[in-house]
């Protein structure tokens, strides 16, 4: 239905920026709401963000709030992350995945996502 690769990742020191991009190929991608996840080694995977299909609506988990920003643009099948002020705490492999729901849909559970990418790498050092 849809394919989804994760760029971006890389190596940068505490509060500095990076830009993870998700994407997608396959089914129209206007038609898929997206979330951004985050996962350490031993650790169960940690919701971060979504958006609707659309675009028009966003949610970020209280742990990056005012740090993180998800956003989309589907002329170019991609959505975005916007990390600022980066943490060594935000250290984990992030991964975006995809569902096909109506508009104005989204959610934080990894439950309701049915297409993941492979993920790319984010190390913040101190």
């Known amino acids: 239905q849809v394919r989804l690769a994760e760029s971006g990742g890389g190596l940068v020191k505490a509060g500095e920026s990076l830009t993870l991009s998700c994407a997608a190929s396959?089914?129209?991608?206007?038609?898929?709401?997206v979330g951004w996840f985050r996962q350490t080694s031993g650790e169960e995977r940690e919701w971060i963000a979504a958006?609707?299909?659309?675009?028009?609506?966003?949610k970020v988990a209280n742990s990056v709030t005012g740090r993180f920003t998800i956003s989309r643009d589907n002329s170019k099948n991609t959505v975005y992350l916007q990390m600022n002020s980066l943490k060594p705490e935000d250290t984990a492999v992030y991964y975006c995945?995809?569902?096909?729901?109506?508009?104005?849909?989204?959610?934080?559970?990894?439950?309701?996502?049915?297409?993941w990418g492979q993920g790319t790498q984010v190390t913040v050092s101190s």
């Open positions: 396959g089914d129209a991608f206007s038609s898929y709401a």
């Open positions: 995945a995809a569902v096909k729901r109506e508009s104005g849909w989204l959610t934080s559970s990894r439950l309701g996502y049915n297409y």
């Open positions: 958006i609707t299909r659309g675009g028009a609506a966003t």
